[in-house]
């Protein structure tokens, strides 16, 4: 029997997928991580202990086998860096990657703060971790992946070609800095040798573990509104966040995968400059910022807050063929009477319940309004332990999406997470 989960952000990232796949983990094998790179912050909180994973997967934690995908983009420094610090923390990460994967170079960085800067008022906000630059040195074949720092010859065959043109593209930007061949040469081919025995055909190991019946848990990062083709583009990461890019990302087919779990944040928030609808530049968004504590896991920037938008919502459903929801910070929203949730949006004196490829910023969203609840009990065990208001909430947002709620998450720990039976 095939046993796979894939679990994707709906909104515009740090929804709590972390939490959400370490809960599931414990039943999984594998846990793989299929897009981005170290842009990604999963914050995973066991019981008080915080974990904050960029590159890894978050099913290193329960001991699980966390797989980077050929999709993801891999900071070699980064990940070496990630790996000693669980260690550190007495937990010996097991983690393979993909041969496939891109590694992000010093000249990505470079470039991304460059164009960030040269961008100026309509810079993009990027976590200036050189996604972008990677990304697309892969689209144009200037790419260097994993199998590459393995290989002194190839590696610098490769930067023979690949240098001069980096060299003169950070002129164009003004950049004064020299890229040394010799030491990023010998830099990433020590990388390669501090990682050689991660890196391998993780395509034929998943599929091969897949047609055993193990368990394999896909990490999604960031959200589908920054989906490179879905987002609100520009204002994207260079990935794709969708279901679809899990196949893409890792081999293994479409038919293989059998349950796609949405995560959704009760209410919305985003990091970086883009359109947010739906976003309270007042006191209630400030009160989501506070009881959220909603700054960035990788940047610490403060997230841009603002009332649930289920019209991103269901742009997710139907891009990523969700076959359910996971809602987190549920408990953020007590205190807050009424809560609304966005469920159309105008322009022009027409409606619409489809995202919009463009001028995102001339639609008007329209509420509908909820009342709210003083308090939740701690660490609700079952759904019917919430106040009748939070029901009545999620089971509107059920109805609208047409798909289950199967958990829901009431805090950061572990033990706060209802599974809905049935
Ligand atoms: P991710 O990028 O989707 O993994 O999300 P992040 O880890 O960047 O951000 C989510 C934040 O919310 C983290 O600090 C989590 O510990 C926290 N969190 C997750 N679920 C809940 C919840 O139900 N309630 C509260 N209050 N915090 C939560
Ligand atoms: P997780 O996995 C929230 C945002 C950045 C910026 C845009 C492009 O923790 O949910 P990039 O560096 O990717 O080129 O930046 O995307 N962004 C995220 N926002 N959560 C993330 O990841 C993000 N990863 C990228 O803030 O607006
Ligand atoms: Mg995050």
Redesign the pocket.
Known sequence: MINTTMVI?TQW???????IVDYLSRDADYVVRFQGGNN????I?VNGDIYKLHIIPSGVIQGKIGVIGNGCVVDPEVLIEEINALEERGIKPRVLISNRAHVIMPYHRLLDGAAESYLGGKKIGTTKRGIGPCYSDKIARLGIRMSDLLDREQLKQRLDVILPIKQSLLEVYGVKEKLNEKEILDRYIEYGSQLRSFIVDTHIILNQAIKEGRSILFEGAQGVMLDIDFGTYPYTTSSHVISGGGCIGTGVPPGFINRVIG?MKAYTTRVGEGPLLTELKNGIGRYLQEH??EFG?TTSRPRRCGWLDLVVVKHACILSGLTEIAV?????LTGLDPIKICVRYSIGGKETDVFPPYNVDKYVPIYKEFPGWDELPSKPKDFNDLPREARDYLKFIEDYLGIPINIV????SRR?TIVVSR
């Open positions: 952000g990232g740090d929804e709590g997928k972390g939490k990604a912050g999963h914050t909180n995560v959220g504590n896991t987190t910070k549920l408990d953020v998450s009431t805090g950061p706060e």
